[in-house]
């Protein structure tokens, strides 16, 4: 995702609406690595202004995700719409006990996935997903 200046001119030059909301909701993502739902994000931006509402929150990811700034992605632990600000080719690391989902480091992937086009597909994503337990959950004992 860029900058939230190169973002709100990227929206002006677009015509689309800019507000002080849309710019907290940037300004949220700007340094998310989180994958955070909508729901999540509105919870943090209601914090800081208390009268943004909902459907704000929705039809700015919407629009950002329109404008190739922001991926969604579903996990099939919680099927809620997760949305990643690195909308590059990477991969995930998902904790199955309290559901963080972090970036895999690239230097970590070693995955491999030769050309599919002899399977009749056309790819628009990859994207692979590694399930476990996080540090964290590892330390902390079952309840
Ligand atoms: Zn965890
Ligand atoms: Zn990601």
């Given at each position: 995702?860029?900058?939230?200046?190169?973002?709100?001119?990227?929206?002006?030059?677009?015509?689309?609406?800019?507000?002080p909301?849309?710019?907290?909701?940037?300004t949220?993502?700007?340094?998310?690595?989180?994958?955070?739902?909508?729901?999540?994000?509105?919870?943090?931006?209601?914090?800081?202004?208390?009268?943004?509402s909902?459907?704000?929150?929705?039809?700015?990811?919407?629009?950002?995700?329109?404008?190739?700034?922001?991926?969604?992605?579903?996990?099939?632990?919680?099927?809620?719409v997760?949305?990643?600000?690195?909308?590059?080719?990477?991969?995930?690391?998902?904790?199955?006990?309290?559901?963080?989902?972090?970036?895999?480091?690239?230097?970590?992937?070693?995955?491999?996935?030769?050309?599919?086009?002899?399977?009749?597909y056309?790819?628009?994503?990859?994207?692979?997903?590694?399930?476990?337990?996080c540090?964290?959950?590892?330390q902390?004992?079952?309840?």
């Amino acid at each position: 995702m860029r900058s939230v200046d190169e973002l709100v001119q990227l929206f002006r030059n677009k015509g689309l609406r800019m507000t002080p909301q849309r710019r907290l909701i940037f300004t949220l993502l700007a340094d998310d690595t989180s994958h955070p739902t909508a729901d999540e994000l509105y919870r943090r931006a209601i914090e800081i202004m208390p009268d943004l509402s909902r459907m704000t929150v929705y039809s700015t990811l919407a629009e950002l995700v329109s404008l190739g700034e922001l991926t969604e992605t579903e996990t099939d632990l919680d099927r809620s719409v997760r949305y990643d600000t690195n909308v590059g080719i990477h991969h995930h690391l998902l904790c199955v006990r309290c559901r963080a989902l972090v970036d895999l480091p690239d230097e970590k992937v070693g995955v491999s996935i030769s050309t599919t086009e002899d399977l009749g597909y056309q790819i628009l994503r990859q994207q692979v997903t590694l399930y476990g337990y996080c540090p964290r959950c590892q330390q902390t004992p079952d309840v």
